[in-house]
Antibody
Framework: QVQLMQSGAEVKKPGASVKVSCKAS????????IHWVRQGPGQGLEWMGW????????KYSQKFQGRVTMTRDTSINTASMELRRLTSDDTAVYYC????????????WGQGTLVSVSS | AIRMTQSPSSLSASTGDRVTITCRAS??????LAWYQQKPGKAPKLLIY???TLQSGVPSRFSGSGSGTDFNLTVSCLQSEDFAIYYC?????????FGPGTEVDIK
């Protein structure tokens, strides 16, 4: 069965960086894009971008351009998202989600990773 | 960016009720529209994609309709497990954007 297993919760200080990982199993990792979506406390969902695990190509929301980097390691079926220059506004649950065959909607999601930013 | 709105923002209903949630896009998105269900502390779950295609494994009481700027999600006979927050998302143009959500709770 398809599973996306994310890394554990993080606590960071303002100005720091965080890297969240997402390990895929149950399907061919390079067949599906991985998207990253975040959700602030009591807030809605915000799309951050995607990575194509096959080519390494990425597409970022302009809001995060210059501050986010999405990478993948095909040897361990893992995608990662690094967000830099954190502020309290980045406190959120970060989700990875699969995009089957480049269709852009997300059929499987990770369990979420809470990133807390506080001085 | 395309702005997505949903109405109502919340509704109270009873099991067995028919419920319809509306999603509107600030510009046309063709049928590049998905609906997700989210329960507290859980990741969103895909219900509908391409505006009206039921995701595999999702009960047939869920249905979607619409194209362009106006979309509906209907639950024909609400079950206890359907009380949740529902989000629409357009994936027609970047950045992909979600609606603010509609909370369906028990009357």
């Amino acid at each position: 069965q398809v599973q996306l297993m994310q890394s554990g919760a993080e606590v960071k200080k303002p100005g720091a960086s965080v890297k969240v990982s997402c390990k895929a199993s149950g399907y061919t990792f390079t067949d599906s894009y991985i998207h990253w979506v975040r959700q602030g406390p009591g807030q809605g969902l915000e799309w951050m971008g995607w990575i194509n695990p096959n080519s390494g190509g990425t597409k970022y929301s302009q809001k995060f351009q210059g501050r986010v980097t999405m990478t993948r390691d095909t040897s361990i079926n893992t995608a990662s998202m690094e967000l830099r220059r954190l502020t309290s506004d980045d406190t959120a649950v970060y989700y990875c989600a699969r995009d089957w065959n480049g269709n852009y909607y997300n059929d499987y999601w990770g369990q979420g990773t809470l990133v807390s930013v506080s001085s | 960016a395309i702005r997505m709105t949903q109405s109502p923002s919340s509704l109270s209903a009873s099991t067995g009720d028919r419920v319809t949630i509306t999603c509107r896009a600030s510009q046309g998105v063709s049928t590049s529209l998905a609906w997700y269900q989210q329960k507290p502390g859980k990741a969103p779950k895909l219900l509908i994609y391409a505006a009206s295609t039921l995701q595999s494994g999702v009960p047939s009481r869920f249905s979607g309709s619409g194209s362009g700027t106006d979309f509906n999600l209907t639950v024909s006979c609400l079950q206890s497990e359907d009380f949740a927050i529902y989000y629409c998302q357009q994936y027609y143009t970047y950045p992909f954007t979600f609606g603010p959500g509609t909370e369906v709770d028990i009357k």
